[in-house]
């Protein structure tokens, strides 16, 4: 018995999960929400309310799975969190989503053309990269009390454990990561005034980072020695891990809160071409290479659901959809991952203000905002798999949509339209099902390549199809 607990930016989950007749169980024993915190310092995260969700769920998983073995964690990318010399968080993280980081950006390619740092690192350029929000940070007066620079995952995992280390998955979305070493880079380090020991070792997906502290076991009732697993920690990698694939010739689309489009590779592409496209060479599970573009997402569809209720009006996320699927195709589009959509606040008016001033159609109602949106990413997509595929001489035959985007049937429709592909939509927990396959194997409860656990993955779930050429679904 193994336990994923997998944040996102828009919510966590802790899960159990098993393998019996060659697939994998699950049961979800806890859910709760996550989102970014406007404070007089900034957007930050309430990383310790999450950490008290994480224990409330680990209570319930004692409870109802008392024989669980092992805990993977894994979290979204590039925040971190710095602990002073005692190890005490010094505060709470800034969420990636604070325009902290303008004169960060502009002083890092000062010192480091933006071309040479591609080629050491293979990140898609974000204003929001780990070496930004450190540089932004080096400014503070907390900077002076740091001591340890910890990424999310693994500040959840010190706490649970007292144990410090990463992997290399969230270790590549710093762009302190030498992408061809795999390790982190002295050049950069020294680049931006880091000691190297400031960071965590890094550890490949599969490792046993240590075992559950003492006071946790006893606030939770887990078996005393249950241990803290290193896995895909980044949840895009642990989602990767779970397509759910058969054959060679897929892409896929990591689909939440962010639209992560790509492929997987296995050596990275560094060239100029490929950073002018703007795309991404992320550390995968077992040294695959999840080369993708960063493609903005559901965020704005839950900015725009959020900003409403703010206004007094709770839209059903279903309806809206079922209205949204009703108005005709050929509406405005906006460009989904421009930065002007990043930051918190205001969505729909950004959207419309982004419409008028390319001199398109103005959407006023919620389903007209939805489907804008919806259009929007179906044809980020397309344009970004077919980059992909002409970037890394590799031919999409089908399109993977996993995460809490795939129960979309609207975006999914629009997404094989807008490929020209078949897309199979599920699992929507791909992430943690990545999370808990990669511990399962570590623990020695199946073996094999990571095209073994996808074949289970496929095996374990109920996937949807959707043709290029209908207007219809099967399921199967
Ligand atoms: P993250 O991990 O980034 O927090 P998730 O993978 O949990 O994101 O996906 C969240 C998104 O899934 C929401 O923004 C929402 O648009 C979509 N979603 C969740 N439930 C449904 C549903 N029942 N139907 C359609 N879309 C859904
Ligand atoms: C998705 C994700 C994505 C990152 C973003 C910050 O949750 O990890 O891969 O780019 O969050």
Known sequence: ???????????????????????????????????????????RWDIRGLYDEVIAGLRLLAERFPAVVSIG??????????????????????????????????????????AELYQITGLQYLSFNTIYQLVAEQDCPE????????????????????DLGTDVTNASSTA??????????????????????????????????????PEVIKQTGLPDDVVLTSIGSHDTASAVAAVPATEPGFAYISSGTWSLVGLEIAEPILTEDS????????????????????????????????QWKLDGVDHDLGRLLAAAAELPAGGPTVDVGAEEFIAPGGMPERIAAACRRDGQPVPTTAAEFTRCVLDSLALAYGRTLVEAASLSGQEIERVHVVGGGSQNALLCRLTAEATGREVIAGPVEATALGNLLVQAR???????????????????????????QRQDADTR
Not at 26 to 41: A, I, L, M, S
Not at 84 to 96: F, K, N, S, T, V
Not at 184 to 204: K, N, Y
Not at 442 to 459: K, N, P, Q, W
């Open 275 to 306: 950073r002018r496209a703007n795309f991404t060479n992320e550390g995968g599970v077992d040294g695959r290479i999840r080369y993708l573009r960063n493609e903005g997402g559901l965020w704005l569809l839950q900015e725009s659901l959020r």
């Open 143 to 162: 900077w002076r009390r740091a001591a340890k620079i910890v990424m999310l995952p693994d500040l959840l995992g010190y706490w649970l454990t007292g």
């Open 442 to 468: 570590t623990h020695g409860a199946i073996s094999g390549a990571l095209e073994d656990l996808r074949a289970l993955v496929a095996a374990s779930s109920e996937l949807t199809t959707y043709s290029p």
């Open 73 to 114: 964690i894994d979290t979204w990318a590039v925040d971190y969190g710095l602990l002073d010399a005692d190890g005490e968080l010094i505060e709470d993280p800034h969420c990636y989503r604070d325009p902290r980081t303008g004169d960060a950006v502009r002083s890092v390619h000062d010192r480091i053309d933006p």
């Open 1 to 43: 018995m193994f336990a994923a607990v997998d944040i996102g930016a828009s919510g966590g989950r802790v899960i159990a999960g098993w393998l019996a007749d060659g697939k994998i169980n699950t049961e979800v024993v806890h859910r709760f929400g996550n989102g970014p915190q406007q404070t007089d310092r900034g957007l």
């Open 176 to 213: 302190l990561l030498d992408a061809s070493t795999r390790d982190w880079s002295p050049r950069l380090l020294q680049l931006i005034g880091i000691d190297a020991d400031m960071l965590p070792p890094i550890q490949p997906a599969g490792t046993v980072r240590g075992r559950i502290s």
